[in-house]
């Protein structure tokens, strides 16, 4: 990686399975926030599960973008 231009294109092109991934959780992200929208607005609470689906997906997209971005050393891995 010490060399920047080439490091951030190997970043990039090792980050491609995280886009991925994270392309197709971020569908499923918005249509839990979709289907969680009408329950909150009747009783006033949200879910659990709705916040720990959203919160998995931001953490994640957060490592993958600060390794990527040069701002972290480790590997994001493949776990929320």
Known sequence: WGIPIIGH???GICLIPHWIVLFLLGILAYLVVFVAWIPVLISGRQA?????VLGGYLRWW???VTW???LSGTYPPFTT
């Open 9 to 11: 294109w190997v970043r």
């Open 48 to 52: 659990s599960w709705v916040y720990s």
């Open 62 to 64: 957060v490592r993958t």
């Open 68 to 70: 990527g971005w040069m």
